[in-house]
């Protein structure tokens, strides 16, 4: 790991190595860690808000243009509509994954995190989880709305909601193994697109999935549930993976 | 007899080995080949149902075998390449992707002229062929990711990563897949009922993948060797080989 001439600070300060006695307890220095992880990032997020509202501008738009390119009528839209609003969300979530790690890799932030004596998988987590709330969670409020628009009932409308918060974060942590892996790489969006849309198939599946067989009057208590057991593998695995992945980055 | 394997996971020692092993499995898939298509086109009867179209498979089969199978072998070489930091690993792995993508795409490519005259229509979202497709793309992701990094070692291990997450993906993308066509609709061709084949009909298949086995370890040694090559430049291990190549000792490599 190369040492940077000086550790650049941004806005927020990087005191993560506070609570020296602390770190003898491995559970509070996770925990520590995934909390610091998490508010640094949402107060970055919240200090530049037009972005998020950006962000959030081109789910509403992308949602949009579908009935443009098809047919405004309300059986076509009704069925087009899970998939529309989750492929959206799948779009959404990659276009804000360079947020996660690119502005901290570009002024040396990142190297200092992963110099830290707090576990960096934690750190990652507490990233990716500031990154869901200020992306992900967006999209599944907003989602319902959208919904309307799409002749869904009342009943599809709250499956959308239910399955976009257990399917954004799996979208989160598993761009954040993609996001990593592409920093400093040459290609940008599109190779980052490449890495990521693959292993978001599943998600999509069952949730979009789970929107269909409410809207089509079946339980979708299997779908609810895979994406529940998809989102606890992936909070507990998947943030080694992005932790080795930002490694590497800095490597 | 023993032989210390550990000495050939040094570039130097490999080199040579995989120059005859290139040779010898280059030749085993030719002969293969060879007595495959022998079996596939002359020996093997003709179809009841399909006619001569069938015949495809002898192709179709062994490149959707091998497109599966080269990504298992890609996570294992990518496994060791993380685990032990080794610098051979991480090459075989850069030389089976390729190799791995034609396969995922002849698979493709060869099933939709299959399923022209058969299903008539070339593409279907049946789920393996979907599967396969999803396959393509993370092959196709690894190649990517790896053109894109500057730094070799780095390279080495960012595909490593990805080529792991990719292979437990592959299981769950293909389960959820084929859940995904059952909700929406019956497949209206199963392949999981299998019709019963003539006996050559299924050696000509086993024939045709054992040499697509053996292409696939000649391609591989071939282009690892180039790897070698590539990142070795100038050591001097290369040069006096290659000197002593000019000199008329030692063999041409494949």
Same mark, same amino acid.
């Given at each position: 790991?190369?040492?940077?001439?000086?550790?650049?600070?941004?806005?927020?300060?990087?005191?993560?190595?506070?609570?020296?006695?602390?770190?003898?307890?491995?559970?509070?220095?996770?925990?520590?860690?995934?909390?610091?992880?998490?508010?640094?990032?949402?107060?970055?997020?919240?200090?530049?808000?037009?972005?998020?509202?950006?962000?959030?501008?081109?789910?509403?738009?992308?949602?949009?243009?579908?009935?443009?390119?098809?047919?405004?009528?309300?059986?076509?839209?009704?069925?087009?509509?899970?998939?529309?609003?989750?492929?959206?969300?799948?779009?959404?979530?990659?276009?804000?994954?360079?947020?996660?790690?690119?502005?901290d890799f570009v002024d040396g932030t990142l190297e200092q995190i992963a110099l830290s004596p707090r576990p960096l998988p934690a750190l990652v987590l507490g990233k990716t989880a500031a990154h869901w709330l200020t992306t992900g969670l967006p999209v599944a409020v907003m989602a319902p709305l959208l919904g309307a628009q799409y002749a869904l009932d009342g009943r599809s409308l709250s499956m959308l909601a239910i399955a976009l918060l257990?399917?954004?974060?799996?979208?989160?942590?598993?761009?954040?193994?993609?996001?990593?892996?592409?920093?400093?790489?040459?290609?940008?969006?599109?190779?980052?697109?490449?890495?990521?849309?693959?292993?978001?198939?599943?998600?999509?599946?069952?949730?979009?999935?789970?929107?269909?067989?409410?809207?089509?009057?079946?339980?979708?208590?299997?779908?609810?549930?895979?994406?529940?057991?998809?989102?606890?593998?992936?909070?507990?695995?998947?943030?080694?993976?992005?932790?080795?992945?930002?490694?590497?980055?800095?490597? | 007899?023993?032989?210390?394997?550990?000495?050939?996971?040094?570039?130097?020692?490999?080199?040579?080995? &995989?120059?005859?092993? +290139?040779?010898?499995?280059? #030749?085993? /898939? $030719? @002969?293969?080949?060879?007595? =495959?298509? *022998?079996?596939?086109?002359?020996?093997?009867?003709?179809?009841?149902?399909?006619?001569?179209?069938?015949?495809?498979?002898?192709?179709?089969?062994?490149?959707?075998?091998?497109?599966?199978?080269?990504?298992?072998?890609?996570?294992?070489?990518?496994?060791?390449?993380?685990?032990?930091?080794?610098?051979?690993?991480?090459?075989? &792995?850069?030389?089976? +992707?390729?190799?791995?993508? #034609?396969? /995922? $795409? @002849?698979?493709?490519?060869? =099933?939709? *002229?299959?399923?022209?005259?058969?299903?008539?229509?070339?593409?279907?979202?049946?789920?393996?062929?979907?599967?396969?497709?999803?396959?393509?793309?993370?092959?196709?992701?690894?190649?990517?990711?790896?053109?894109?990094?500057?730094?070799?070692?780095?390279?080495?291990?960012?595909?490593?990563?990805?080529?792991?997450?990719?292979?437990?993906?592959?299981?769950?993308?293909?389960?959820?897949?084929?859940?995904?066509?059952?909700?929406?609709? =019956?497949?209206?061709?199963?392949?999981?009922?299998?019709?019963?084949?003539?006996?050559?009909?299924?050696?000509?298949?086993?024939?045709?993948?054992?040499?697509?086995?053996?292409?696939?370890?000649?391609?591989?040694?071939?282009?690892?060797?180039?790897?070698?090559?590539?990142?070795?430049?100038?050591?001097?291990?290369?040069?006096?080989?290659?000197?002593?190549?000019?000199?008329?000792?030692?063999?041409?490599?494949?």
């Amino acid at each position: 790991m190369n040492d940077t001439d000086t550790p650049a600070l941004r806005s927020a300060p990087i005191d993560a190595r506070v609570d020296e006695d602390e770190t003898d307890d491995a559970m509070s220095s996770v925990l520590g860690a995934f909390a610091w992880g998490l508010a640094r990032d949402v107060r970055i997020a919240m200090r530049s808000k037009a972005d998020l509202g950006v962000q959030l501008l081109f789910y509403v738009l992308v949602v949009s243009l579908f009935p443009l390119s098809t047919s405004p009528s309300r059986d076509v839209l009704a069925m087009l509509g899970p998939g529309v609003l989750w492929t959206a969300a799948l779009l959404a979530s990659l276009l804000s994954l360079p947020r996660l790690f690119a502005g901290d890799f570009v002024d040396g932030t990142l190297e200092q995190i992963a110099l830290s004596p707090r576990p960096l998988p934690a750190l990652v987590l507490g990233k990716t989880a500031a990154h869901w709330l200020t992306t992900g969670l967006p999209v599944a409020v907003m989602a319902p709305l959208l919904g309307a628009q799409y002749a869904l009932d009342g009943r599809s409308l709250s499956m959308l909601a239910i399955a976009l918060l257990l399917g954004t974060p799996i979208l989160s942590l598993l761009g954040a193994i993609g996001a990593a892996l592409t920093l400093g790489a040459r290609g940008g969006g599109g190779l980052l697109a490449l890495l990521v849309l693959p292993l978001y198939a599943p998600v999509l599946i069952f949730g979009a999935g789970a929107v269909d067989a409410v809207g089509a009057g079946m339980s979708a208590s299997a779908n609810v549930a895979l994406l529940g057991a998809g989102l606890i593998i992936a909070v507990v695995a998947l943030p080694f993976a992005a932790a080795s992945a930002v490694r590497i980055a800095l490597d | 007899m023993l032989i210390n394997w550990y000495r050939f996971s040094s570039p130097v020692s490999f080199y040579p080995l &995989a120059s005859i092993g +290139a040779q010898v499995f280059g #030749i085993f /898939a $030719a @002969l293969l080949a060879g007595a =495959g298509l *022998f079996v596939a086109l002359y020996v093997a009867p003709t179809d009841a149902t399909q006619g001569d179209a069938y015949r495809i498979i002898y192709v179709h089969v062994p490149a959707a075998w091998m497109a599966m199978f080269i990504y298992l072998v890609m996570a294992g070489w990518s496994a060791a390449a993380l685990g032990f930091n080794a610098r051979l690993s991480a090459m075989m &792995a850069q030389a089976l +992707a390729p190799t791995g993508a #034609i396969m /995922a $795409a @002849l698979a493709l490519w060869t =099933g939709a *002229f299959w399923g022209r005259p058969t299903w008539g229509t070339y593409w279907a979202w049946d789920a393996r062929m979907t599967s396969t497709l999803i396959l393509l793309f993370l092959y196709l992701g690894v190649l990517a990711l790896r053109n894109a990094i500057e730094d070799p070692r780095r390279a080495d291990r960012a595909c490593a990563l990805l080529t792991l997450v990719g292979a437990v993906n592959v299981p769950i993308i293909y389960f959820s897949v084929q859940w995904w066509n059952t909700l929406h609709q =019956g497949s209206s061709i199963s392949f999981t009922v299998a019709p019963k084949m003539a006996a050559t009909m299924v050696a000509g298949i086993l024939i045709m993948t054992a040499a697509a086995w053996c292409y696939t370890i000649a391609v591989a040694l071939a282009r690892v060797q180039a790897i070698i090559v590539e990142r070795e430049r100038g050591a001097t291990w290369l040069e006096s080989l290659i000197d002593l190549r000019q000199r008329g000792i030692g063999r041409s490599p494949a």
